[in-house]
């Protein structure tokens, strides 16, 4: 069996669909099926009994593309919190269970949640982002930039 580790996962292992290839700098493994795979592991840590690890809970914020600043604005609560649950494995039980909602609705196909959580992170990112606005040849034209990305 692999253990399979993703976003600092500890308990997880495949039995199979995952071949391992040598190449020239070691080992390298092939998983046939990542987004299966991935979609298989959150239903399963949103349905598992007991409360879930700093690990488990990032594992499903990933999953649902949302940032520690994203998800701290949906909770009420900072990204300094998110990241501190994430590190000392200390949830609230109620962002537990919140957060396994989530997930479970974006599974099911609650499109509108879908909608929900990409705006969330779209207007998390607007947020920390500048507005770069340039006169070219056929008027005003605007665009957002990444304000880490321009200040390096």
């Known amino acids: 069996m692999y253990k399979y580790d993703d976003a600092g996962l500890r308990n997880v292992w495949l039995a199979n669909g995952y071949t391992v290839r040598k190449t020239r700098y070691g080992k390298a493994v092939a998983i046939e099926n990542v987004e299966g ?8 840590l949103a349905s598992k009994p007991g409360r879930l690890t700093g690990a488990e809970f990032r ?3 990933l999953h649902l ?19 501190l649950w994430e590190k000392k494995g200390r949830i609230p039980l109620w962002a537990d ?10 599974e099911d196909g609650n499109e509108p949640l879908g909608r929900a959580l990409e705006r969330l992170d779209i207007v998390e990112r607007l947020v920390s982002s500048r507005l770069v606005v340039e006169e070219t040849r056929r008027g005003w034209k605007t665009r957002f ?3 880490e990305k321009t200040a390096a």
């Open 145 to 147: 930039e990444d304000e």
């Open 65 to 83: 593309g949302l940032s520690q600043k994203a998800l701290g604005k949906a909770f009420g609560n900072t990204e300094q919190a998110i990241a």
């Open 97 to 106: 269970k919140h957060l396994r909602l989530l997930v479970i609705a974006k």
């Open 37 to 44: 795979l991935t979609r298989a592991i959150c239903r399963a």
């Open 59 to 61: 594992y499903l914020r």
